[in-house]
């Protein structure tokens, strides 16, 4: 009886080998998807701005590391500096309160200025120093702190105080509150006594010229009823900015502060838009030419930086991906994904009101670039404000990642996630990645090279070397695919062969970053690489035989990152700065590679750090022979139960 179960077990082995083969290779082939990457390392090459890693003040920045941080909202448009009330505007009653200084001392909250207290803290625990906070331009600012504002208590009345950009008298670091306006210059001023010009360590390297004013009406209806009109917006930013300037000659204008799509192409729809638009093609377009206009005739540029503001619209049809916090929503996610090809990518059309209502304006970046060239040269691009939504789920940290990879190869300069969810681990993950990567404070290069895709659907690529060196060539591959890993065949022109390399990354399976496999076989700068479904992954690759990161300590100046000098990016961006300033702008970029070996076997820790990866990683003829073991014991064990029963 044994020996005829041997038989029929070996039998079974090899038909169960045979049975169960095609189905894993047919399984293998279909949940598999093949992308050409080409990356040259001589073409294209653009200094990365480090202010495109940055995050709002009011932000979960636990166990981030970021290069730039903005102070805005809504309640900076009612902000009072001399007593510290602001206005919730409509998104709590419009109710006047000291939500902005609550975390301080009653004897701290009336001290002036102590919401910019907030954004120093961050300097003091983190390091980041380049900063930007928003002025009020409105109109009037909160006069206390008495609660809502009632209907026959709508500015002006004795609940708000009249705001004046310049006061035409000597500025006082004492604030009179007990007349009826609150001067801008005189805030300006006394942000200046207390923290440093935009050339100091900690002083505001920036300023926003109020909050999303084409909404004023409806944000804030009981400070501002009717609609800001376009001409009001260019007067109040023309001033301001030439405030701004007269007293930090160096600090930077972020102006515009759109709040999205509809206030870019017609200043939401207002009646005086349609009076002057004219040539303009949107409401860019002129708000650039005024500001320019207004430049010149003052001899000093008025406008660094157009500051948009940008949460995805893209959904489907019932809600957007922003709006969206359902994470079982396949379709959702799958849209999340896609959502931030509109910033670039001319063959995509995303699905919802922008695709459809928007279209001529889009792809945005190169779109806004061509109004900046034609209107006011110079200008710089940020999105002080955006989201693509899913902060706690794998499809939020990959539109996170390929927004960041995005800004930096198309020369954004300052960019600030604002998060609209509790938990926004993957966000977190996402710009991590590009900025402290090991932990140990290593970052993606300084300067973007040409990478592209064959498959930008499934697929994106960015690559950077730093400093115009390819001894290290960096590469952030991403995999959109729900069910299929990715195989990239990766090809790299540069005058260094490249000999092995590194990875780290992350996946459906986890935010937390972690080691991948290691490359392999590369020959004459071409390998093979496959990233697992959902997942974000940096190769690090060097012309050594073996390479590790070297430890980086904390800086003092930076302690959420290190010291490199981005004096090279500065000089490039028409701003005047002092060498005490770009000094105070180093930021973690240069990574260095060590000689020493690793002294553990990385292909296997990465198996057990990454299940995902573990499971694509055991060889197919392992996984044949092992079902097959389990069908011919099993056919077995039925043979001898069956004849055991007969006796």
């Known amino acids: 009886m044994i020996g005829r179960a041997v038989k029929i ?22 949940n598999s998807k093949t992308v050409n990457v080409k990356i040259d390392a001589l073409s294209e090459k653009k200094l990365i701005s480090p202010y495109i890693y940055g995050i709002n003040y009011d932000a979960d920045i636990s166990g981030l590391t970021f290069f730039s941080v903005k102070q805005g909202g809504d309640r900076f448009s009612s902000y009072n500096w001399e007593n510290n009330f602001s206005n919730s505007g409509t998104k ?38 380049f900063q930007v906070t928003t002025l009020p331009m409105c109109g009037y600012v909160a006069a206390d702190g008495n609660g809502p504002i009632l209907d026959t208590q709508i500015a002006p009345s004795s609940r708000w105080k009249e705001l004046k950009i310049k006061k035409n008298q000597p500025l006082s670091l004492e604030p009179d509150l007990s007349d009826e306006s609150v001067y801008l210059d005189e805030y300006i001023n006394y942000i200046i006594s207390q923290y440093g010009k935009s050339t100091s360590p900690s002083g505001i390297k920036g300023y926003a010229l109020d909050n999303e004013p084409d909404l004023w009406s409806s944000s804030h209806p009981a400070m501002h009823p009717e609609l800001s009109s376009p001409e009001e917006l260019i007067a109040k930013s023309v001033e301001l900015a030439e405030t701004i300037k007269a007293l930090d000659k160096n600090a930077l204008v972020f102006g515009g502060e759109f709040s999205g799509i509809d206030a870019f192409v017609s200043y939401n729809n207002h009646d005086n838009w349609m009076k002057i638009k004219g040539d303009f093609s949107w409401f860019v377009d002129y708000y650039l030419s005024e500001m320019k206009n207004a430049s010149s005739l003052k001899k000093q540029r008025l406008l660094d930086v157009l500051d948009l503001h940008y949460y995805s619209a893209a959904g489907d049809g019932t809600s957007t991906v922003c709006g969206n916090s359902d994470y079982s929503d396949a379709q959702m996610n799958a849209i999340r994904i896609q959502s931030p090809r509109t910033l670039w990518d001319g063959t995509y059309t995303e ?10 304006y889009l792809p945005l970046l190169p779109t806004l670039q061509a109004s900046i060239n034609k209107y006011y040269p110079g200008t710089k691009i940020g999105f002080s404000e955006y989201n693509f939504g899913g902060g706690g789920h794998i499809s939020g940290g990959i539109a996170e990642a390929d927004a960041l990879g995005i800004f930096g190869r198309e020369g954004v300069y300052f960019a600030c996630l604002r998060p609209n969810a509790g938990d926004i681990s993957y966000q977190k993950a996402a710009i991590n990645l590009f900025t402290n990567y090991d932990g140990n404070g290593s970052a993606f290069g300084n300067t973007s090279i040409k990478a592209e895709t064959s498959d930008a659907e499934n697929s994106s690529v960015y690559a950077s070397i730093n400093d115009g060196s390819e ?19 990766i090809e790299i022109n540069s005058g260094q062969e490249y000999k092995s390399g590194i990875a780290y990354g992350f996946n459906s399976q986890s935010s937390k970053i972690s080691k991948f496999q290691n490359v392999k076989n590369i020959s004459k700068n071409s390998f093979k690489y496959e990233i697992p479904p959902l997942a974000v992954v940096e190769l690090i690759l060097t012309g050594n035989n073996s390479v590790s990161e070297t430890v980086l300590p904390d800086s003092s100046e930076n302690a959420a990152g290190s010291s490199t000098s981005f004096s090279e990016f500065i000089s490039s961006n028409s701003v005047e700065l ?13 990574i260095s590679l060590s000689t020493q070996t690793e002294k553990t076997n990385i292909e296997s820790t990465s198996a057990l750090k990454n299940p995902s990866l573990s499971k694509h990683s055991v060889p197919l003829a392992i996984k044949v022979i092992v079902m097959g073991f389990v069908f011919a014991f099993f056919a077995a064990t039925v043979y001898l139960f069956a004849d055991g029963a007969k006796k």
Do not use: H
């Not at 005490?580 to 973690?588: N, P, Q």
């Open 9 to 30: 077990f070996l039998a079974a082995l090899i038909f169960g080998s045979l049975s169960f083969s095609p189905c894993i290779l047919e399984a293998n082939a279909e």
């Open 92 to 129: 709590w009653f419009n109710t006047s309160d000291n939500a902005l200084v609550s975390n301080f001392s009653l004897a701290e909250q009336k001290q002036p200025a102590m919401a910019i207290r907030n954004l120093y803290n961050i300097f003091t625990s983190t390091g980041v120093s």
């Open 351 to 360: 699905p919802g009101r922008v695709g459809e209502s928007f279209l001529q």
């Open 471 to 489: 001894d290290v060539l960096k590469i952030i591959l991403i995999n959109k695919n729900q069910t299929s890993k990715l195989i990239a065949n």
């Open 578 to 590: 002092s060498a005490t300033e770009i000094s105070s702008f180093s930021l973690t970029t240069d």
